[in-house]
């Protein structure tokens, strides 16, 4: 599936000046989140304390708070989230930084 199919069958679940985030749902155990971030903005740092998570950089430019690091991030790097481990994304550029995240769905975020 590319990212125009996944879209159309996914829910836009946060469109602000910051991001869009579309969730695909379909899967029963494992959410699947396509997030664009807009030019010069971050996610909100945040952890989970019982989900680990793969970010997968899709294209842009970046930075990615990981725990106590901050990592450079671009297409096609994956970084592995522990449960419970505080993380943002930062794009500095002029182009959006999109990423995929997967993770077990939790109380408040697909189940």
Same mark, same amino acid.
């Given at each position: ?12 679940? &946060? ?41 997968i ?7 990615m ?32 930084l ?10 408040? &975020?697909?189940?």
């Amino acid at each position: 599936m590319n990212i125009k199919k996944y879209k159309q069958l996914a829910k836009l679940i &946060r469109d602000n000046e910051t991001y869009k985030v579309y969730d695909l749902s379909e899967l029963e155990d494992i959410e699947i989140s396509l997030t664009e971030l807009q030019p010069h903005k971050s996610t909100i740092g945040h952890s989970h304390n019982d989900v680990d998570e793969v970010y997968i950089f899709i294209d842009g430019k970046g930075t990615m708070e990981k725990g106590k690091e901050t990592i450079k991030v671009k297409a096609n790097d994956i970084v592995p989230i522990k449960a419970g481990e505080l993380h943002r994304v930062f794009n500095q550029k002029a182009s959006n930084l999109n990423f995929w995240s997967i993770f077990e769905k939790y109380k408040g &975020r697909g189940k």
